[in-house]
């Protein structure tokens, strides 16, 4: 597909309140609902990447730094880090935002992979990304590493037919010295 797309064409947001039923014994925002937020917004930013159907392939990674209190105000923010083939791989950052006392904090980050499909679930296909920003160039870089991880981790690739990851545990070789 020869198509090229901006990471920023992607972004998605969703902004919500934390409501009661979504929240834990200690009133912060339950793990499980927040995961379901973040593949939802995710999922938009691959279908606006991609234009197509869309299924969740794998949760690469996901971090939850600071609890989210109930009634606060929790905004999600999605963008496409890399496509290869079929699949890509999207980045979604969570804050929680205090808009009374003008607080904002970074609480939580996920790595998901979705499949563009067809109507007979079959992956296609999909526009190339680049990236444009200090942030979109550093997390495009790593993508292919994380994928190679997902792969290993969901059984679907042998560790050592990694091509990037192999290189993270290599030594570094010696520069070989001119013989005399
Ligand atoms: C027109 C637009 C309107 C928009 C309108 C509004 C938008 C609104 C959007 C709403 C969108 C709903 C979003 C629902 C999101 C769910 O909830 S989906 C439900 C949960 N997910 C599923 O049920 C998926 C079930 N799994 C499957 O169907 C198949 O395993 C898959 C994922 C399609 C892969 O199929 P496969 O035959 O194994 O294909 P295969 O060729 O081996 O792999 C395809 C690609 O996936 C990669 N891959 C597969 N597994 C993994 C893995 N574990 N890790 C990393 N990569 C992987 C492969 O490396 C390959 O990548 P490429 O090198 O081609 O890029």
Not at 18 to 40: C, H, I, Q, W, Y
Not at 75 to 90: D, G
Not at 147 to 155: A, C, D, R, T
Request: proline residues 6%; hydrophobic residues 35%; contains cysteine.
């Amino acid at each position: 597909m020869a198509k090229i797309k901006k990471a920023s064409e992607s972004l998605t947001i969703m902004t919500n309140i934390v409501l009661p039923n979504e929240t834990n014994s200690l009133r912060n925002l339950f793990g499980g609902e927040l995961l379901a937020k973040m593949d939802r917004c995710a999922s938009i930013s691959a279908a606006r990447h991609c234009e197509r159907r869309v299924v969740t392939a794998s949760v690469n990674h996901v971090s939850f730094n600071h609890p989210i209190p109930e009634g606060g105000v929790v905004v999600l923010e999605s963008k496409v880090s890399r496509a290869f083939s079929t699949s890509m791989e999207v980045y979604v950052d969570v804050w929680s935002d205090d808009p009374i006392n003008q607080k904002k904090i970074h609480t939580n980050s996920g790595i998901y992979t979705f499949v563009a499909v067809d109507e007979f679930n079959r992956p296609i296909p999909i526009p190339d990304m680049v990236p444009e920003t200090e942030e979109e160039k550093e997390r495009y870089a790593a993508a292919f590493r994380r994928k190679e991880l997902s792969l290993i981790l969901s059984g679907r690739m042998k560790p050592l037919e990694s091509v990037e990851l192999k290189k993270l545990f290599q030594e570094p070789q010696e520069p070989t010295k001119d013989k005399k």
